[in-house]
């Protein structure tokens, strides 16, 4: 096993907790192959761990265990145990969550998400893809019922010189030749279809989910979400509002939250396909009314630069669904960006509701699922934030 040397900047931020070591912190490497297995120390020669090595992406260590130990089949098989045991302890009413987390779960780079008796996986750096082969003969010994689908097209792994996949790697036990990649899942009582090779990031977003229940328990009346992707939110209002008006802008979208709207025989529904920022501001000028509104964007911030620009547009939406809200209505609003971070959203809000002249309280401050777990110590494993709002005239 080759050493990797690292600076006391590096040792510091392992010994904080955090897995990453960025190559301006790697102060000796040896010639080795990407995705190698690592011992990591400092210029004192002083052991601190091991991990897998990346010869191409800027982060170039990514720990793995802090004591001396193989990374070999029993180290795979321990930590997916324990990923599997998390997961029995927090999910309920769902055949589909995330199995395994990366950082969160002591396997950074790796996501493991499952739908009813498929495992999709998502190995992103090249450590966790020279491991694969491993990693699903584990999975296959744990989930014997479970079919195993390659999600490889992330953009992440452009940064680490890895090919894009897409594949079959493990059929579920009983499939013909011709393997059939589509299957139906249920969250919180609700039915959604999952096209595995298809599907945003691996099928679904799975973080949402319980956030989609908070949200239904919260709403009434006539009901708007915008930013919609195929339902997840909008079908939860459904059972709990009069009507839901959602908005998405994608044509593959809207097409499957129609499907996933018949699934559930969910009448109350009807999907737009428009950009939620025109509607939003259309339905302003027309002073149309909700009771409830839902605001789920994309990612308005993918790096620190963007951040000033990702609040304006945060509290430009959040202005407009405030105005079309009834006194004591309910806002659901969130944003899934890292860079953003809570109190500069609740900024953004506030100053967003002194414009609109609205009084905010905040009902629940949310993050994401439990099966996304946060590690205090990892930043990063932090991204999600929902507020549920009620929103009254002001004072």
Request: hydrophobic share 40%; net charge neutral.
């Amino acid at each position: 096993m080759s050493t990797v040397t690292i600076s006391r900047r590096g040792a510091e931020r392992i010994a904080a907790g955090h897995p990453w070591v960025y190559r301006s912190d790697v102060f000796h490497a040896p010639e080795t192959a990407g995705g190698e297995v690592v011992r990591v120390q400092d210029k004192r020669t002083r052991f601190l761990g091991v991990a897998h090595y990346s010869a191409a992406s800027e982060i170039a260590v990514r720990m793995l265990a802090t004591r001396d130990r193989s990374i070999d089949r029993a180290f795979f098989r321990e930590m997916l145990e324990q990923a599997r045991t998390h997961r029995q302890n927090v999910v309920k009413d769902s055949d589909a969550y995330r199995l395994v987390s990366s950082e969160a779960d002591g396997l950074p780079a790796l996501i493991v998400d499952r739908y009813a008796n498929w495992l999709a996986l998502q190995t992103l750096d090249q450590g966790m893809d020279r491991s694969q082969s491993l990693i699903v003969d584990v999975l296959r010994e744990m989930f014997p019922e479970c079919g195993i689908y390659e999600r490889n097209e992330a953009a992440v792994r452009r940064l680490e010189k890895l090919p894009a996949r897409a594949q079959v790697l493990s059929p579920q036990a009983g499939d013909p030749p011709s393997i059939e990649t589509k299957t139906e899942v249920t969250m919180n009582g609700l039915r959604f279809a999952v096209d595995l090779a298809a599907g945003q990031k691996t099928g679904l977003f799975l973080d949402q989910r319980e956030n989609y229940r908070a949200a239904a328990q919260y709403a009434r009346g006539r009901a708007l979400d915008c930013f919609a992707y195929t339902g997840g939110f909008a079908l939860h209002l459904a059972r709990a509002c009069e009507s839901v008006e959602a908005i998405e802008s994608s044509v593959d979208a809207i097409a499957a939250a129609q499907a996933n709207s018949a699934l559930n025989g969910a009448g109350n529904v009807r999907f737009l396909e428009a950009s939620a920022f025109d509607v939003l501001k259309r339905y302003d000028d027309e002073r149309r009314a909700f009771d409830t509104i839902v605001l789920d964007p994309p990612a308005f911030a993918r790096g620190r630069r963007q951040v000033e620009d990702a609040l304006r547009g945060y509290k430009e939406i959040n202005l407009r669904a405030m105005k079309l809200l009834e006194p004591g209505g309910t806002l659901v609003t969130c944003t899934c960006s890292h860079h953003i971070g809570e109190p500069d959203f609740l900024e953004a809000i506030a100053a967003a509701s002194l414009d609109a002249r609205r009084r905010i309280t905040v009902l629940e401050r949310r993050t994401q699922s439990a099966d996304h777990p946060i590690v205090l110590t990892i930043p990063e494993t932090l991204y999600l934030k929902c507020l549920i709002l009620r929103v009254d005239r002001a004072l």
